[in-house]
């Protein structure tokens, strides 16, 4: 499609290889596409003449199959979705904005800031995971490692290899079970070809010598990311904090990283493995680790107790599996950001925590942020209509699943998570005295 009839574009941002623009959409011509929130990538002058234009057309045409398949591919990546050409030659393409999802508000000195969620932000130490506020728990990268592993292995049953797989170009969501999605989607290879040459991320390199973009180099990187997730470095190969967790994951890792092609396993592999850790992983949240080491140093004076919830367009949301508190009967663990040492009259919204994945979250209402589905018909109600911090309160919780863990957030002067506590043996009452 020719460049001036997407309608309004604005810059988002620049590089050495493109420009990605905005597309406000509206226009006519976009009414066919799967996706209402659009960018357009334009290639740079000197990109063009290496790129393969037919290529990128068969990698457009290919999107209404990748979209409609059974596996879901289409929710994993930014595809591209249309082509677009400047001046009578292809100058780049369409493809999906990423999702609100992987977008967080990332805790700077300087204050909050909205970027998105690349998985580099985790390849670092404690210390960084609590100054950014990042609720990042062992289980919750078991789970981020399981989905990338999963759509690598759906992507080479569909002949599609990633090639550049690097934390700059993997997202991660912060939902109540984590997910990746896939940025520069252009440069994968597809049926042994690709529309630009091969490239690869430094640090994230394949062995000197070994052929770039095949299931083996896609093999190799998921090792380093496995490795690297629960080193909370960027640039380590050390398997020892990963088999600490899980040695079969170790044994996996190290395989992985093997200079020979043939022993690496194959990311579909993994999965059997990283279920089996996921059952015993902590849930642990970063300030609380720091805590437990006895260095004295816990969480922000505005860290949430288990996960920021939205109050803004884009923000964070829950974390899956926080810790419960060993009494069942009170909710505590009280954090906010502000207003320490006043009373706060609270709306309490129960929202269902860590409920089997069955679709997209849902939104909250009053907020754009994504939740998971509270069970219908359940109810929190407080003993008392106004609370202090560091104080615990007796509740009645009912319509929830037996043994089903809950969370709850208030609506008022701010949001935040009050805490958790898991329900009764009957899953309807008073879940203590």
């Known amino acids: 499609m020719p460049a001036d009839s997407l309608g309004a574009i604005s810059k988002l941002a620049s590089g050495g290889q493109a420009t990605i623009y905005k597309v ?26 290496t790129l393969d234009p037919d290529m990128l057309d068969n990698m457009a045409q290919y999107a209404a199959q990748l979209m409609s398949g059974p596996e879901g591919l289409g929710d994993r990546l930014a595809w591209p979705l249309a082509t677009v050409e400047r001046e009578g030659a292809l100058s780049g393409f ?61 992507l080479h049953r569909s002949g599609i290899i990633v090639g550049d797989l690097s934390p700059k170009n993997l997202l991660a969501s912060f939902t109540t079970r984590p997910c990746c999605f896939f940025l520069d989607c252009d440069t994968m290879r597809m049926t042994d070809r690709s529309a630009l040459e091969q490239v690869e991320t430094p640090g994230w ?34 398997v020892t904090s990963l088999s600490a967790v899980y040695s079969p994951l170790g044994q996996l890792a190290q395989r992985g990283m093997s200079t020979d092609p043939s022993v690496r396993p194959t990311p579909a592999n993994w999965l059997a493995t990283l279920d089996a850790a996921t059952t015993r992983a902590t849930t642990a949240l970063p300030w609380e680790r720091i805590g437990r080491n006895g260095d004295g140093v ?5 860290a949430p107790t288990t996960s920021p919830t939205r109050d803004a367009p884009i923000a964070l949301p829950p974390v899956p599996g926080a810790l419960a508190p060993n009494n069942p009967g009170r909710i505590f663990g009280i954090a906010l950001a502000a207003l320490v040492g006043f009373l706060l009259v609270i709306g309490v919204v ?84």
């Open 94 to 154: 369409l493809m999906r904005r990423a999702p609100q999802q992987f977008v967080i508000r990332l805790q700077l000195p300087s204050g909050e800031k909205p970027t998105l969620a690349e998985a580099q932000l985790l390849l670092n130490d404690e210390q960084y995971l609590v100054d950014r506020q990042l609720p990042v728990h062992d289980r919750w990268r078991l789970q981020f490692l399981r989905d990338t592993a999963d759509t690598l292995a759906q």
């Open 298 to 302: 816990g969480p922000p004076t505005d």
């Open 24 to 49: 406000s959409g509206g226009a006519p011509i976009l009414r066919a596409l799967p996706y209402t929130e659009l960018v357009y990538k334009e290639y740079n002058r000197s990109e063009r003449a």
């Open 205 to 238: 390199e394949v062995p000197s010598g070994e052929v770039l973009a095949t299931t083996a180099s896609d093999a190799y990187k998921l090792a380093l990311l496995a490795a690297r997730l629960f080193a909370g470095d960027q640039d380590s190969k050390d």
């Open 350 to 433: 129960a929202q269902a925590f860590n409920r089997p994945s069955g679709g997209e979250p849902s939104a909250t209402p009053g907020s754009t942020s994504p939740a998971f589905d509270a069970p219908t018909g359940a109810r929190l109600a407080l003993s008392n209509s106004q609370v202090q911090i560091d104080q615990t309160y007796s509740a009645t919780a009912s319509g929830f699943s037996p043994g089903e863990d809950v969370r709850f957030s208030w609506t008022g002067p701010t949001n935040g998570v009050m805490g958790i506590f898991p329900a009764d043996s009957t899953g309807s009452g008073s879940p203590g005295p």
